[in-house]
C-alpha cells in the first residue's frame, strides 16, 4: 500500500528539471548590466508574459533593474525600427535578455505493472496477506531554446546560455519557464554578470 501511495504522489505532481549551458564573451567579463529589457520571442502572448514575469522577477531578487517587453512594446500597437530604438534609448536600458524556443514535443511514459504484497497478523496469531497490482502512466514535456544577453551599444553578445527542461506529470509551463529562468540566472550569477547572492535562485 505504501509504494502505491508514493507512485501514486508521484504521478500527480508537476516538476521540471533543466539542463543549461551559458557562455560568456570574455571581452565582456567587466560588463555588469545595470538595466535590462525582457524579450521572450514567444509568439503566445500568455506564454510571453509568464516568461518575461519569471526573468523580470528574479532579475529584481538579484537586485537588478528590468523591464517586460509587453509592458514598454504593446502588443495592440505596431512600432517601427527608429521607434523601438528610440524606446530603449529613452528608458536608458543597456543590455536586451533575450529567450527563444526552438523545439516543444511531448511523451507518454508507461511504467510496467508490479505486484505489491502487504501481510497482517490478527489477535489470534493468524496471518493473511493482499496482494496489489500496480501500473502507472505519465506524461513529459521536452523544452529547448537558447537565451541571449546583448548590449545595446555595441549589438554584441554579451552572454548566450541554451536550455533543455524536462516537464514531468503534466507540468505547466509556469513551472517549465520557472526552472529555466533559475538554472539561466543562476549561471548569470557563477560567472559575475548579475550580483553574487548568498544562496542561489531556487526552483519552486
Not at 140 to 154: A, C, F, P, V, W
Not at 166 to 181: D, E, L, Q, R
Amino acid at each position: 500500500m505504501k509504494k502505491l501511495i508514493i507512485l501514486t504522489l508521484l504521478l500527480s505532481t508537476g516538476c521540471a528539471t533543466t539542463s543549461f549551458l551559458g557562455i560568456q564573451d570574455p571581452s565582456y567579463s567587466q560588463f555588469k548590466p545595470r538595466k535590462i529589457l525582457v524579450f521572450s520571442l514567444e509568439r503566445n502572448l500568455l506564454y510571453k508574459t509568464i516568461t518575461e514575469d519569471s526573468f523580470a522577477g528574479k532579475l529584481l531578487e538579484c537586485g537588478v533593474e528590468s523591464q517586460k517587453s509587453v509592458n514598454i512594446f504593446l502588443p495592440t500597437r505596431n512600432y517601427s525600427e527608429k521607434e523601438i530604438k528610440s524606446e530603449i534609448e529613452n528608458k536608458g536600458f543597456d543590455s536586451i535578455l533575450t529567450f527563444s524556443k526552438n523545439k516543444e514535443e511531448t511523451k507518454d511514459i508507461f511504467y510496467p505493472m508490479t505486484t505489491t504484497t502487504s501481510g497482517h497478523i490478527d489477535k489470534s496469531g493468524r496471518f493473511s496477506s493482499t496482494s496489489q497490482n500496480v501500473s502507472g502512466h505519465s506524461v513529459i514535456s521536452i523544452t529547448e531554446g537558447d537565451l541571449q544577453l546583448i548590449e545595446i551599444k555595441s549589438l554584441n553578445k554579451v552572454w548566450v546560455g541554451s536550455f533543455s527542461t524536462v516537464g514531468k506529470n503534466h507540468a505547466s509551463y509556469n513551472t517549465i519557464v520557472n526552472s529555466i529562468s533559475s538554472k539561466a540566472l543562476n549561471d548569470m550569477i557563477r560567472k559575475g554578470i548579475i550580483p553574487q547572492r548568498m544562496k542561489e535562485l531556487k526552483y519552486f
